[in-house]
């Protein structure tokens, strides 16, 4: 099948995290990206809410990120590369008030916003941070809800999350196993219960992005185990594309993604991956 991937979390920008170190490699990326089906990639360097605490060194990340995207636009128009691309930041829940008033903080700029807390645990005040977000009037989109640790016993809080209007955005490459076990079968229970809005690679150009397996995993799924919404979705095949083509173009262009309907995938599919990655 041809997914049309939109992946709306991705670190290519060159030089200004732990992604791609050069324009090389950036490149380097984005055809990978394109290579494994992605028609749009948006660029999500790491950035702190406590650098809003201080102005001055917020502005000075974000003018290095508007030079890096600057130089990779250009390399990407000179290239013979199909592939679009567009910005964002992955932005760190690290201070009690997030202002995300800065068009650049959020998925080009409109009212979504991807966040990830820090250090892949889960604060004891996740829920009031991600609510001030959506409280604030922006649309928050949780970066790899799978990856923090013991999430697995805290379902009752991410149930609350996502009925207050926070999106779960898995990584390909948890579904792919390139994390190991856990956060690869937490993905699957997250996706059982009908509260995946979409899927993104989080691809740091290290290793693959590891869309293939990914959409292997999908592909397994069966029928629902849970509806959403008025009109159950028949096919399979449209189930994957609301996952990784229209929620996250609808989260692009500020709207929230459809309810995707709960389908359990197939864990005996897609082998654990392996290799050098960072993060
Ligand atoms: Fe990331």
């Known amino acids: 099948m041809s997914a049309e991937i939109v992946d709306l979390h991705s670190h290519v920008l060159p030089g200004v995290d732990d992604g791609a170190r050069d324009l090389a490699e950036a490149l380097s990326a984005l055809k990978a990206l394109q290579e494994q089906g992605v028609q749009k990639v948006i660029a999500t360097p790491h950035f702190r809410a406590s650098l809003l605490e201080r102005r001055s060194r917020a502005d000075a990340r974000l003018a290095l990120f508007d030079e890096a995207y600057d130089e990779l636009t250009e390399a990407l128009a000179e290239s013979d ?102 956060p690869r079968q937490i993905a699957a229970e997250l996706l059982a219960r009908g509260w995946v809005t979409c899927v993104a690679s989080d691809y740091h150009a290290m290793g693959v992005p590891e869309w293939p397996p990914a959409l292997t995993l999908l592909q397994s799924a069966v029928a629902p185990v849970s509806s959403a919404g008025d009109e159950p979705v028949e096919s399979g ?13 609808r989260l692009i262009s500020g709207e929230p993604g459809k309810p995707v309907e709960g389908r359990s995938v197939d864990l005996g599919v897609a082998g654990s991956s392996r290799g050098r990655r960072r993060r």
């Open 81 to 182: 590369l199909e592939i679009a691309l567009g910005r964002a930041c992955e932005f760190k829940l690290d201070a009690p008030v997030a202002d995300l008033s800065d068009p650049r903080l959020r998925l080009e700029g409109g009212p979504a916003v991807l966040v990830e807390f820090g250090s892949f645990q889960l604060p004891p005040f996740a829920g009031n941070q991600l609510k001030a977000v959506v409280d604030a009037g922006w649309l928050p989109v949780l970066a790899h809800p799978e990856r923090y640790f013991g999430i697995e016993t805290a379902f009752d809080r991410v149930a609350r999350w996502v009925a207050d209007g926070t999106a779960l955005q898995v990584n390909a490459r948890s579904l792919a196993g390139g994390y190991g076990s856990a």
């Open 237 to 249: 095949e449209e189930w994957i594309r609301q996952l990784v083509s229209e929620n996250p173009r």
